[in-house]
């Protein structure tokens, strides 16, 4: 085994990652925003290109059925900056960009705060963190040597010249110096502007530099200097008090000039001590410590706080100050139950567990999240909804209506701002891995583990009784349905193949009866009816009989026509509702037969051979030795009882 060069490694990485350091007066400086005028952006256009950097995917829903059923007609953008750790939010997304975008273009946003609300575990400060993060990754930024705000070099300009220099570079130049450079411009460089030393500089959380962060203070000992800096006493004796040498400024808007300045819980401190984040809004500037005067701020303002928290400030008429220079964004929960798997995979992945986890595992336990989070609803039940809302293919039983996800979604507008939390869920997972003996979880152990977490809850008991049924009941009629088809089509040999047959017969029966022709026979050659108890046989699978059938038939050859227009492919899995039924049809057809080798306790030769090939299936579909086990006495014990 080769022996890793830890050594060459590391100066591979550090000479890849080495910035090229710049020293060099404004002159110099000049030169390279000529070349260049978007090295002097402000902080909001800087964000802006960090985040789209990355790209942009552009998604026209009329393209993604799928997609068309969750958006309708919306087109969606997609950040690649935040592809692979966000999901289910893209509108949340979508509204922060539009924030950055017009703020970039220096509209009214950019003398907004953007606030983030919404419940516990949400993803709001993971959003926060990620904004940061992009900062931290970005190039260095050009700034006035030794600047305690590490300004914009461009400031040292006069603004009697700043007309001829901003025709000359293409650009606009907005701000002042801060008092500690032009004292240093007047007395140590006497007013010699060009001469003035310029450098570069980094952004980092850690180092405090571009990067300020505001806990909540206690509103008894609120003290302004956390945000603006203070008078250092210790230089009292040597300069005077107004003597700009006596600053230090060293607050959260000082260090996150030209970066982000971000407030936790924004709401819990006195509104007193928000009055400085009324400045740097909308005036754009900050008071100095002491009797300084004010100083030039260019950075983005980031808050968030939990939606109580929020009503209670709004509700407070003097607080219209503020109110009226924030840009709300909410963060819901996510409702779509395919991007909630996604989320779990993600934390899984970057987690240290290395336990077996049987197939529909993380589906189920996102599946009860999404449950709590959604409302309740007059036109169909909670399950249904949720199917609806991750954009699958839904009909009334009985009819060939569709439910209107947008009916659903007026109902209640604040859907997904309550209801059980992503961390929740997380430790019933991390509970379940770690009280597994064989070191695999499967449906049915996480339902047990998250059963006993709900009832620990602190939560009305009206509440909780809602919960519990839907592990107790809606849930687990539903992984009852889900493993029945797993069974079955491992049981079945060439499950697809005979899935496919079927849908074939009903595409031709179904076209024929619609446009009332004959079919010809492959074989023969000669003309036949469509068959009309086929197809009936096959549409009684989901409720669908007498006058409804024919509006089915015509909504499902209709679609195949639509699907082949747009080019697509036309499989068995197409339509939905089609799919349900042929899938139904096949498991009534097996369900005898594998119900009898599956219970059974002594296997002839015919049937253990059967057996195994079933279990031998289940293993290529993801199931280990122990939870195929698991799965199979629990579907002789549960679904196909004598």
């Not at 492959?522 to 009684?540: A, N, W, Y």
């Not at 030769?605 to 086990?629: L, S």
Request: aromatic content about 8%; overall charge neutral; glycine content about 4%.
């Amino acid at each position: 085994m080769a022996t890793i060069d830890f050594e060459k490694l590391i100066k591979q990485d550090r000479q890849e990652r080495k910035q090229p350091h710049f020293s060099g007066t404004l002159l110099d400086y000049l030169a390279i925003v000529k070349e260049n005028p978007k090295i002097a952006m402000l902080s909001h256009q800087r964000m802006y290109e960090l985040l789209t950097r990355a790209g942009i995917e552009v998604i026209k829903t009329e393209e993604h059925p799928r997609l068309k059923r969750i958006y309708g007609n919306d087109t969606i953008k997609r950040y690649n900056f935040f592809k692979y750790d966000f999901y289910g939010i893209d509108k949340t997304i979508m509204k922060i960009m539009r924030y950055f975008h017009s703020a970039a273009m220096r509209g009214e946003e950019a003398r907004q705060v953007i606030y983030l609300v919404g419940p516990v575990g949400a993803g709001k400060s993971s959003l926060m963190e990620a904004l940061k993060r992009a900062l931290e990754i970005s190039p260095p930024i050009y700034s006035i040597q030794d600047c305690p705000m590490r300004e914009e070099p461009l400031h040292l300009i006069p603004k009697h010249l700043r007309p001829e220099f901003e025709k000359q570079l293409g650009i606009r130049i907005e701000g002042d110096l801060c008092p500690v450079c032009r004292y240093r411009l007047k007395n140590e460089y006497n007013g010699e502007f060009e001469r003035y030393p310029v450098t570069t500089s980094e952004f980092s959380i850690r180092s405090r530099k571009g990067i300020g962060v505001v806990p909540p203070v206690d509103p008894n000992n609120q003290d302004t200097s956390v945000l603006v800096g203070s008078v250092d006493i210790s230089k009292m004796d040597l300069y005077s008090e107004d003597d700009p040498r006596v600053l230090s400024l060293n607050g959260a808007f000082n260090v996150g000039n030209r970066g982000i300045v971000e407030f936790i819980e924004v709401f819990k401190n006195d509104v007193e001590y928000l009055h400085t984040m009324i400045t740097a809004t909308q005036e754009k500037s900050i008071p100095s410590p002491g009797k300084g005067s004010m100083i030039y701020f260019d950075g983005i303002i980031l808050a968030h706080s939990n939606e109580a928290e929020w009503n209670k400030f709004k509700s407070d008429h003097t607080n219209e100050a503020i109110l009226d220079r924030i840009v709300k964004v909410e963060v819901p929960y996510c409702l779509e139950l395919d991007e909630e798997v996604k989320i779990y995979q993600k934390i899984l992945r970057n987690s240290s567990f290395d336990a077996h986890i049987a197939p529909h595992t993380i589906e189920m336990a996102s599946m009860f999240a999404i449950l709590t989070r959604l409302s309740p609803s007059t036109k169909v039940d909670a399950l249904t909804k949720l199917k609806i809302y991750n954009g699958e293919e839904i009909v009334e039983q009985g009819s060939t209506k569709k439910v209107d996800v947008f009916e659903l979604r007026e109902e209640t507008p604040r859907e997904g701002m309550t209801g059980i939390s992503t961390r929740f869920i997380m430790k019933a997972i991390d509970t379940a891995l770690s009280e597994s003996e064989n070191n695999c979880i499967n449906p049915i152990a996480i339902a047990d583990t998250l059963v006993k977490a709900t009832k620990e809850l602190a939560i009305p008991d009206d509440e909780k009784r809602r919960y519990l049924a839907f592990l107790q009941d809606a849930i687990k009629k539903e992984y009852h349905k889900v493993v029945e088809k797993e069974i079955t089509r491992a049981f079945i040999h060439g499950y697809k193949e005979q899935a496919e047959s079927l849908f074939n017969n009903y595409l031709d029966h179904s076209e024929a009866y619609v446009n009332a022709t004959k079919l010809k026979d492959k074989s023969t050659g000669e003309e036949l009816e469509p068959d009309i108890k086929f197809l009936q046989s096959i549409e009684e699978q989901i409720g669908i009989t007498g006058t409804a059938a024919r509006g089915f038939r015509q909504d499902v050859t209709a679609y195949m026509f639509s699907l082949l227009r747009n080019g697509g492919t036309i499989e068995y899995s197409s339509y939905e509702p089609l799919k349900e039924a042929i899938e139904k049809k096949l498991t009534a057809s097996v369900k005898e037969l594998s119900r009898v080798i599956t219970k059974a306790r002594v296997r002839d030769k015919e049937q253990a051979t059967k057996y195994n090939a079933m279990v031998d299936e289940m293993k290529r579909n993801g199931y280990c030795d122990h939870c195929c086990n698991v799965i199979l006495k629990y579907a002789a014990n549960n679904l196909w009882k004598d």
